[in-house]
């Protein structure tokens, strides 16, 4: 990395969670080591378990930045909805905006994805916050007045696509990438 952290603690754990996230999607999550991310980083070991003292902690506070972005995006396009529907139809559509590179805030949103492949891989049990998260917005989709069924074949869809993309399998082209969405959001309106 050519980035060096400027001081202060938020930005170096802010700086290390970036590192850490890139790491796996560049690399895989087998690649997640306190000595891989220090060789990445230029900071030491040791400091690397001053702001996350385990693996775990790590890769939650990978989860959790992934969740505060996806909220975020979500409250941004929800104001693009009206109904009672609103709030579903943007969290869908604000998964399928999600894209590699940089977005306003300077963060790769595909790389935030790593946390979830990173946590599977590694430990199961870090995942129970998340299905948590996930059962109640299924629970959602179901009291939606779009209904369930359709409500998942849309959130899945994103889902699977942004999988195959995280995964390498597909390099969508700007182009192709707004074809999807154009064609998520005409199939949620």
Not at 70 to 98: H, S, W, Y
Not at 146 to 151: E, P
């Amino acid at each position: 990395m050519n980035d060096k952290p400027r001081g202060g603690r938020p930005s170096k754990r802010s700086f290390i969670l970036v590192a850490a996230e890139q790491l796996v999607k560049k690399q895989g999550p087998a690649q997640l080591t306190f000595d891989r991310l220090s060789e990445e980083t230029g900071i030491s070991k040791g400091g690397l378990l001053y702001h996350f003292a385990s693996k775990d902690e790590l890769v939650l506070a990978m989860m959790e930045r992934l969740l505060d972005s996806r909220e975020k995006l979500r409250e941004t396009i929800q104001p693009q909805f009206n109904g009672c529907d609103a709030e579903i139809k943007a969290l869908i559509m604000a998964q399928a905006n999600v894209r590699a590179g940089a977005n306003a805030d300077g963060e790769d949103e595909l790389a935030l994805d790593s946390a979830v492949l990173c946590a599977a891989s590694n430990n199961r049990d870090l995942l129970s916050p998340m299905r948590g998260r996930f059962n109640d917005l299924l629970l959602k989709f179901d009291q939606s007045e779009m209904g369930g069924d359709k409500a998942r074949i849309a959130f899945f869809a994103v889902l699977g696509e942004r999988l195959m993309q995280q995964l390498g399998m597909v390099d969508s082209s700007p182009a192709d990438r707004e074809r999807f969405v154009n064609a998520i959001r005409a199939y949620v309106d």
